[in-house]
């Protein structure tokens, strides 16, 4: 077993999902209601944040996953106290803030890509910072050079070394004239992570604008921080002496949503996805209409289901927001091996994130992966090198088998199609799931799925 699964489960554990295997009796569609709270990939980042203040913080709607727990547990080697003072509820005091030990960081740091993030607010408050080896899923290479790039030009010294990198910052940081090669959303937030207390103004060109970024904006400007996102993916920070701590309710997790939105619409069902908006949600929604899918927009949700006619194809291809996420296809993927005709989804954003679809292929789905993009007169002009595609013929019946989760959004899709599937499947290493999906398990006994854990 890898150290990064090792990890996921040990996190898994203590967010109360300790299952490593779920064997599911597939063809019952989803029906009923869940809801999704704050998300993954701003709550994360959110608690690093909280770093910068000199009061503590109220971080509200953070879900029980397993990546939360790792930053909490990186937080505290780093002498921040945090407390739960109710559930989805974090009090997060950066008042003591002290160096931690090579070791420890490194224990505790091994399934995230976080600790990269912690760089700009360590050397504000300590005047350095130590990475360790990145882990994260395992979609491709996904290097750190815009984020050290972005960090040097702020006058950050970098140094590496066998166990990871160490940086430092001898005359303080300074605002830069930045530019990303891409808008790669890690590499903005460490740029707004440092430059909001850098010494002058920072301006970031090529900047990512997802929603989620958005509302890191909205945090740090609580917390005192001179923020303007201006058009054409500009961002300009003016650098503040101090900030303080914030209060504020995360958004809410697109991805989870778009998930099980995919999943009533594979299984035939019927979601409502309480906390889910619409407009963070458009450029899904608009997809998964052109699929064949319905939804009903209300205050407090989303319902998602199969309004009973056959599915359609779809061209799509993954993209920056406000683009289709790359987050979104894997579990759409598997709605398409429902379609009637040939869908193709280009991956722009990872150079490996098809991985998934060899479990879909052993239960009977027709995909095949292509190296590269496909030429096609729909077609905007092919975005990346390292783009692929996947091409997806249906409707094809998928049929039980034994499947293990490569990654996060992989595994939820396998989960989906093993409820689709006619017959059983047993889908082993699922605790790597509970590192972006609150009580997945308790959630999918809601919705009716027919199925039983194993440890
Ligand atoms: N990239 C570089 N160099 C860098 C940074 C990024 O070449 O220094 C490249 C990556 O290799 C990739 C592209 O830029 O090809 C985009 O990466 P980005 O930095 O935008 O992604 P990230 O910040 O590492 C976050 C989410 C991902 C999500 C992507 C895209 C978190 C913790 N992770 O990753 O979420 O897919 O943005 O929106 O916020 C997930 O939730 O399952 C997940 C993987």
């Not at 064997?23 to 910068?52: C, D, E, F, H």
């Not at 309004?307 to 894997?330: C, S």
Request: net charge negative.
């Amino acid at each position: 077993m890898n150290s990064l699964v090792e990890d996921a489960q040990k996190a898994g554990a203590r967010v109360g999902m300790t299952a490593d295997k779920i064997v599911i009796n597939g063809g019952k569609p989803l029906q009923g209601r869940i809801r999704v709270r704050g998300a993954k990939n701003l709550v994360t980042k959110a608690m690093v944040a909280s770093l910068l203040g000199d009061t503590e913080s109220l971080l509200r709607d953070v879900p029980a996953i397993s990546d939360v727990q790792v930053v909490r547990n990186l937080l505290e080697v780093h002498g921040v106290l945090v407390s739960e003072p109710e559930s989805g509820e974090l009090v997060l005091d950066p008042r003591n803030v002290k160096s931690a030990h090579f070791a420890e960081i490194d224990a505790f740091a091994g399934s995230s890509r976080i600790p990269i993030l912690f760089c700009g607010p360590l050397l504000h408050q300590l005047g350095e910072a130590f990475i360790p080896d990145l882990g994260g899923c395992r979609i491709g290479d996904r290097p750190i050079d815009f984020h050290l790039d972005a960090l040097r030009a702020m006058g950050a010294i970098v140094d590496k070394g066998y166990e990871g990198i160490h940086l430092t910052a001898p005359d303080g940081l300074h605002g830069a004239n930045i530019e990303l090669p891409y808008p790669s959303v890690g590499a903005t937030e460490q740029v707004l992570l440092t430059a909001v207390r850098a010494k002058g103004v920072t301006e970031l060109k090529n900047a990512a604008i997802e929603p989620e970024i958005m509302d890191l904006i909205a945090i740090l400007q609580k917390m005192g921080a001179i923020i303007s996102v201006e058009p054409n993916r500009v961002i300009f920070i003016e650098g503040v002496e101090s900030l303080r701590g914030y209060t504020h309710t995360a958004i809410f997790d697109r991805n989870e949503a778009a998930s099980w939105a995919s999943a009533a619409l594979a299984t035939e069902g019927d979601v409502f996805v309480e906390g889910a908006k619409q407009q963070e949600l458009m450029t899904f929604l608009n997809i998964f209409r052109k699929v064949g899918g319905a939804f009903d927009i209300e205050d407090d949700g989303i319902r998602f289901y199969h309004p009973g006619t056959p599915l359609k194809p779809v061209v799509v291809e993954t993209d920056v927001h406000p683009g289709f996420m790359t987050d979104w296809q894997q579990p759409l993927v598997v709605a398409l091996t429902k379609a009637e005709g040939v869908s193709i989804v280009h991956e722009t954003v990872y150079e490996n994130r098809f991985g998934f679809t060899e479990a879909l292929i052993e239960m009977g789905a027709d995909i095949t992966v292509h190296k590269q993009g496909l030429e096609s007169v729909t077609r905007r002009v092919p975005r990346r090198p390292l783009e692929q595609a996947a091409v997806i013929t249906g409707p094809t019946k998928l049929h039980g088998a034994d499947v293990h989760v490569p990654d996060l959004r992989g595994g939820f899709s396998h989960l989906i199609a093993a409820l689709t599937a006619e017959g059983r499947s047993t889908i082993s290493n699922v605790g790597i799931i509970s590192r972006g999906y609150e009580h997945f398990i308790d959630k999918l006994k809601t919705l009716g799925a027919d199925f039983s854990v194993a440890s």
